[in-house]
């Protein structure tokens, strides 16, 4: 195993980095972002009422089940799903170590710092659930389709369900001049890292292309973002506006080395606009 690949570390405009790993994740791995999935993780929830779609309910309370939560950041659904279904078991996997103590932690839950692009650690047929969440700045579209599908594939056991989260950055329809500006810019950058930063309308291809399951259901829905539709509205705005607080240290130079002041003010621009145009974004389940 590499080792610095764990160790290594860049401060950027006082956000901490994970430094020449091989992924091509651009956020930030600090308390600030800890803080960020987590207040995400109990907003997702709350809109779906649930942690997961796949019809596994009764095996998990029966405790028959062994899950796996890929790039599963804080640990957040693991700790969620490990204290409801306490007779089954559960697995996350992460590049960053920002895991929850082992005091805060279900014995019925294990959390391993790892980069799923060099496969996962596991034998074939290993999980019943394998879910993944928020991974759309992760993989480039060849990573998804060459080893991130098929590992997948190839650790849920057969007849079982694995199942993906991904919200969509498509503005069409929207009038939101700034925040489709910003995001243009983030989709340009993660292009040059070969991601695409739309894969969240590409996963149920890949996965009829793949040829590896069956049954591929699509959830989708529409999330307001603003204080104009109530409250989870109105965080589901303060994600997004943090997500983009996250990204300075690559923005600043394609915005033209704007200073800390502009880019603040951008951000309260954006929110404004959230108002005014009343935005949405989708996110779907696979
Ligand atoms: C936006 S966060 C989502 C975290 C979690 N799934 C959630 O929904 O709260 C994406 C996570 O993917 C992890 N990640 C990115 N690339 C990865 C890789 N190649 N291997 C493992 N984890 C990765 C990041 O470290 C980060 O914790």
């Known amino acids: 195993m590499d080792e610095d690949l764990f160790e290594s570390y860049v401060m950027i405009?006082?956000?901490?980095f994970i430094n020449g790993h091989r992924a091509t994740y651009p956020f930030p791995s600090d308390e600030i972002e800890a803080n960020r999935l987590n207040n995400r993780h109990f907003r997702i929830r709350w809109i779906w009422k649930e942690n997961f779609a796949a019809p596994i309910k009764e095996k998990l309370i029966a405790g028959k089940m062994t899950a796996l939560d890929i790039g599963c950041g804080t640990g957040a659904w693991i700790v969620d799903m490990a204290k409801e279904y306490q007779k089954s078991s559960f697995v996350g996997v992460d590049l960053m170590s920002l895991f929850p103590s082992t005091e805060q932690t279900h014995e019925n839950a294990l959390f391993l710092q790892m980069n799923v692009l060099d496969r996962l650690p596991f034998d074939d047929d290993s999980f019943d659930f394998v879910h993944q969440r928020d991974l759309t700045h992760a993989y480039?579209?060849?990573q998804w389709q060459n080893i991130v599908i098929p590992e997948i594939a190839r650790v849920t056991k057969s007849g079982m369900y694995c199942e993906f989260y991904e919200e969509s950055d498509k503005w069409e329809d929207q009038d939101n001049d700034l925040l489709i500006w910003v995001?243009?810019?983030?989709?340009?950058?993660?292009?040059?890292?070969g991601v695409n930063s739309s894969i969240a309308t590409r996963i149920e291809a890949f996965l009829k292309e793949s040829g590896q399951?069956?049954?591929?259901?699509?959830?989708?829905?529409?999330?307001?973002?603003?204080?104009?539709a109530g409250r989870i509205a109105e965080l589901t705005l303060e994600n997004t506006l943090?997500?983009?607080?996250g990204l300075?240290?690559?923005?600043?130079?394609?915005?033209?080395?704007?200073?800390?002041?502009?880019?603040?003010?951008?951000?309260?621009?954006?929110?404004?606009?959230?108002?005014?145009?009343?935005?949405?974004?989708y996110a779907r389940k696979i």
């Open 183 to 193: 995001n243009l810019a983030v989709s340009h950058i993660m292009a040059t890292r």
């Open 248 to 281: 300075k240290p690559i923005l600043k130079a394609p915005l033209g080395e704007i200073t800390d002041q502009e880019f603040d003010n951008m951000i309260e621009e954006i929110r404004k606009e959230c108002d005014e145009y009343k935005t949405w974004i």
């Open 213 to 228: 399951f069956t049954d591929i259901n699509v959830l989708i829905e529409r999330m307001p973002v603003g204080s104009y």
């Open 242 to 245: 943090n997500e983009l607080t």
């Open 140 to 142: 480039t579209e060849t």
């Open 13 to 16: 405009d006082g956000r901490k």
